[in-house]
């Protein structure tokens, strides 16, 4: 087998009706604060928004009301970064794109001028654009790329018996049997036990595989395991409510069942925690000990029918997909 918003209402804030500023009254109105074409103001904006050019200050009188406040102006969406990402002794955007697999250079140029590219994070449009793909982060269609050949990301089916170790001091099979005639020096993103089964991911990439690993992120993971059945109908609901273990609460993201045989059954959970055990010390409180256990999916990444003790690199899409998983 292989927050919520602040209560109005309270009192000492500001209430509808109130003194405070309302729409129409003489309070500062959107649009209305920006210097004015003509005005002669500064363009540069000290902390908070305010201008040292005659712009709307914090706590100051009513200001005029500019031409421009028109309700199509007040609905504009938050403009989008717009410094120059342009690194004259980088590499051109398209050529970039092409090497990553994003096909020809004519068609990551269609991807530039229908502005699905950004560069840290400024939309480009501009084909003659130039970026560091080492120092700049590039995304297409929010899924960021990664340009540098130097980092590995591999999925690596762990057979049983193997334990989630570069090298043991005990002597034991260890992921070093099979991936260590590799030059990089990889880790392994969390861990499965020795016997559990199925996908875990190696990489080079240490800063992704901190985040992935990093508890904020709460990165999927799907368990398939093998039980003593049949399963009774109020498990799922068990496991979704939360179960007390030793070291607190813990709950799956979703529960099904997948096969029933005679005397076991085989059932499927997704959790985003990685605390020791957990899959099986929460079917074993409610009643269902685990016969035996496989990882079949981290985030993005599926074993699919990868063999036991082999590895395959990771898709760019699967990349990308993990490093959007991690925040970055």
């Known amino acids: 087998m292989t927050p919520k918003p602040p209560n109005s209402g309270r009192s000492g804030g500001p209430n509808r009706g109130s003194g405070g500023p309302q729409r129409g009254s003489g309070g500062p109105q959107r649009g209305s604060g920006g210097p004015q ?18 712009g709307r ?38 050529k970039l794109l092409a090497s990553a697999g994003f096909g020809s250079r004519r068609a990551c140029e269609k991807l530039i001028e229908q502005g699905r590219v950004t560069v840290d994070g400024v939309r480009t449009k501009e084909l003659g654009t130039r970026v560091d793909p080492v120092n700049q982060i590039v995304h297409v269609d929010g899924t960021r790329v990664v340009f540098d050949d130097t980092k590995v990301y591999l999925a690596f089916n762990k057979p049983l018996g193997v334990v989630s170790t570069m090298n043991d001091d005990l002597g034991r099979v260890s992921l070093s049997d099979y991936v260590g005639q590799r ?10 036990d020795a016997d559990t089964e199925g996908l875990l991911l190696l990489t080079n990439d240490g800063d992704l595989a901190h985040q992935l690993q990093h508890p904020a992120y709460g990165v999927p993971k799907t368990y398939v395991a093998q039980v003593r059945g049949p399963v009774g109908r109020d498990v799922g609901a068990q496991l979704r409510a939360g ?3 030793e070291d607190g609460k813990a709950s799956v993201d979703s529960f099904k069942l997948v096969d029933s045989l005679p005397g076991k059954a085989i059932v499927e ?8 055990h957990v899959v099986r010390r929460m079917l074993d409180a409610v009643g269902y000990p685990v016969l035996a256990l496989a990882r079949t999916q981290v985030g993005p990444v599926r074993l699919g029918e990868l063999k036991p003790g082999r590895s395959r690199a990771l898709t760019k899409e699967e990349v990308g997909g993990l490093h959007r998983a991690a925040g970055m």
């Open 37 to 54: 074409r003509g005005s002669g103001s500064s363009r540069n904006s000290g902390p908070g928004g305010v201008r040292s050019g005659g």
């Open 57 to 94: 200050v914090k706590g100051s009188g009513p200001v005029p009301k500019s031409r421009d406040n028109t309700p199509q102006q007040a609905m504009k969406a938050k403009p989008e970064p717009s410094f120059d990402v342009h690194d004259p002794a980088g590499t051109r955007l398209q």
């Open 183 to 192: 030059n990089e020096r990889l880790f392994h993103v969390g861990r499965l």
């Open 243 to 245: 179960v007390e273990l």
């Open 269 to 276: 959970l997704v959790i985003h925690e990685g605390r020791n």
